[in-house]
Protein backbone atom coordinates (compact mmCIF):
# COMPACT_ATOMS: atom_id res chain seq x y z
CA UNK A 1 0.00 0.00 0.00
CA UNK A 2 1.26 3.53 -0.40
CA UNK A 3 0.68 4.21 3.15
CA UNK A 4 3.05 1.47 3.76
CA UNK A 5 5.73 3.07 1.59
CA UNK A 6 4.91 6.96 3.05
CA UNK A 7 5.70 4.82 6.70
CA UNK A 8 8.74 2.98 5.56
CA UNK A 9 10.21 6.01 3.63
CA UNK A 10 9.76 8.12 6.79
CA UNK A 11 11.17 5.53 9.44
CA UNK A 12 14.05 5.26 6.72
CA UNK A 13 14.75 8.93 6.77
CA UNK A 14 14.12 9.27 10.65
CA UNK A 15 16.97 6.52 11.25
CA UNK A 16 19.27 8.16 8.88
CA UNK A 17 19.19 11.22 10.98
CA UNK A 18 19.53 9.55 14.15
CA UNK A 19 22.46 8.30 12.44
CA UNK A 20 24.09 11.18 11.43
CA UNK A 21 23.05 12.47 14.68
CA UNK A 22 25.53 9.50 16.09
CA UNK A 23 28.31 10.19 13.92
CA UNK A 24 28.30 14.03 14.54
CA UNK A 25 28.25 12.93 18.24
CA UNK A 26 31.22 10.95 17.89
CA UNK A 27 33.07 13.27 15.89
CA UNK A 28 33.05 16.31 18.80
CA UNK A 29 33.96 13.06 21.30
CA UNK A 30 36.92 12.66 18.72
CA UNK A 31 37.46 16.17 18.46
CA UNK A 32 37.85 16.92 22.35
CA UNK A 33 34.34 19.36 21.99
CA UNK A 34 32.68 19.42 25.08
CA UNK A 35 30.99 22.10 24.77
CA UNK A 36 29.17 21.02 21.13
CA UNK A 37 28.37 18.09 22.59
CA UNK A 38 26.89 20.19 25.14
CA UNK A 39 24.96 22.38 23.21
CA UNK A 40 24.42 19.78 20.19
CA UNK A 41 24.10 15.74 21.19
CA UNK A 42 22.68 15.47 24.52
CA UNK A 43 19.15 16.72 25.79
CA UNK A 44 19.76 17.52 29.32
CA UNK A 45 18.92 15.75 31.67
CA UNK A 46 20.77 13.08 30.53
CA UNK A 47 21.12 9.63 32.74
CA UNK A 48 24.19 7.65 32.12
CA UNK A 49 24.13 4.11 33.55
CA UNK A 50 27.10 3.04 34.03
CA UNK A 51 27.96 -0.26 35.29
CA UNK A 52 28.17 0.55 38.88
CA UNK A 53 26.14 3.67 39.26
CA UNK A 54 23.57 5.88 37.46
CA UNK A 55 24.54 9.64 37.42
CA UNK A 56 22.44 12.37 36.23
CA UNK A 57 23.45 15.51 34.21
CA UNK A 58 20.63 17.61 34.88
CA UNK A 59 21.86 20.77 32.39
CA UNK A 60 23.68 21.36 29.63
CA UNK A 61 26.43 23.00 31.62
CA UNK A 62 26.76 19.87 33.92
CA UNK A 63 26.76 17.36 30.51
CA UNK A 64 29.76 19.43 29.40
CA UNK A 65 31.91 19.22 32.94
CA UNK A 66 31.18 15.26 32.89
CA UNK A 67 32.46 15.22 29.49
CA UNK A 68 35.09 17.56 30.16
CA UNK A 69 36.18 15.38 32.73
CA UNK A 70 35.63 12.12 30.67
CA UNK A 71 37.67 13.38 27.15
CA UNK A 72 40.65 14.87 30.13
CA UNK A 73 40.99 10.98 31.43
CA UNK A 74 41.20 10.01 27.96
CA UNK A 75 43.63 12.72 26.77
CA UNK A 76 46.13 11.16 29.89
CA UNK A 77 46.05 8.13 27.81
CA UNK A 78 46.94 9.46 24.51
CA UNK A 79 43.04 9.20 23.23
CA UNK A 80 42.85 10.55 19.53
CA UNK A 81 39.44 9.34 17.89
CA UNK A 82 36.54 6.62 18.35
CA UNK A 83 35.20 5.17 15.42
CA UNK A 84 31.40 3.28 15.01
CA UNK A 85 31.86 -0.09 14.22
CA UNK A 86 27.97 -1.05 14.23
CA UNK A 87 25.45 0.49 15.41
CA UNK A 88 21.52 -0.55 15.43
CA UNK A 89 18.93 2.12 15.19
CA UNK A 90 15.51 1.04 16.41
CA UNK A 91 12.92 3.90 15.78
CA UNK A 92 10.41 3.40 18.55
CA UNK A 93 8.19 6.01 17.72
CA UNK A 94 8.41 9.57 15.90
CA UNK A 95 10.35 10.93 19.22
CA UNK A 96 12.15 8.21 20.04
CA UNK A 97 14.69 5.58 19.29
CA UNK A 98 17.18 3.15 20.77
CA UNK A 99 20.85 2.88 19.25
CA UNK A 100 23.18 0.27 20.22
CA UNK A 101 26.54 0.34 18.76
CA UNK A 102 30.24 -0.92 18.99
CA UNK A 103 33.10 1.83 18.80
CA UNK A 104 36.65 1.91 18.76
CA UNK A 105 38.96 4.30 20.74
CA UNK A 106 42.32 5.45 19.31
CA UNK A 107 45.66 6.65 20.69
CA UNK A 108 47.85 8.78 19.02
CA UNK A 109 50.20 6.57 17.64
CA UNK A 110 47.04 4.99 16.10
CA UNK A 111 46.84 1.77 18.23
CA UNK A 112 43.73 0.58 19.83
CA UNK A 113 43.09 1.98 23.33
CA UNK A 114 39.44 0.12 23.27
CA UNK A 115 37.26 -1.43 22.07
CA UNK A 116 33.32 -0.17 23.80
CA UNK A 117 30.00 -0.66 23.39
CA UNK A 118 27.05 1.48 24.66
CA UNK A 119 23.44 1.47 23.72
CA UNK A 120 21.81 4.82 23.81
CA UNK A 121 18.29 6.51 23.95
CA UNK A 122 17.75 9.38 21.32
CA UNK A 123 14.50 11.91 21.74
CA UNK A 124 13.56 14.28 19.09
CA UNK A 125 13.38 17.54 20.50
CA UNK A 126 12.69 20.96 18.33
CA UNK A 127 13.09 18.52 14.74
CA UNK A 128 16.85 17.19 16.56
CA UNK A 129 17.77 14.05 17.69
CA UNK A 130 19.31 13.89 20.75
CA UNK A 131 20.95 11.74 23.32
CA UNK A 132 19.02 11.41 26.68
CA UNK A 133 20.52 8.11 27.97
CA UNK A 134 23.97 6.29 27.60
CA UNK A 135 24.27 2.67 28.81
CA UNK A 136 27.81 1.55 28.95
CA UNK A 137 27.86 -2.18 28.22
CA UNK A 138 30.20 -5.31 27.32
CA UNK A 139 30.39 -5.55 23.33
CA UNK A 140 28.62 -8.57 23.72
CA UNK A 141 25.37 -6.25 24.95
CA UNK A 142 24.57 -4.58 21.78
CA UNK A 143 20.88 -5.10 20.95
CA UNK A 144 19.53 -5.28 18.22
CA UNK A 145 15.75 -4.59 16.32
CA UNK A 146 13.05 -6.36 14.21
CA UNK A 147 11.75 -4.27 11.60
Not at 2 to 24: H, N, P, W
Not at 128 to 138: A, M, R, S, Y
Request: glycine share 8%; with cysteine; aromatic share 6%.
Amino acid sequence: TMTGVAQSTGREAAKADIRKALEDYVAAFSAGRADVIAERSVLAPMLNLGGTAVSTSMTAEDVRKRYDGNLKALAAQKYQRSTVDSATVCLLNDAAAVVSGQFTRYRTDGSVLSKIAATYVFAKSDGQWKITTLIGHGTDRAITCQE
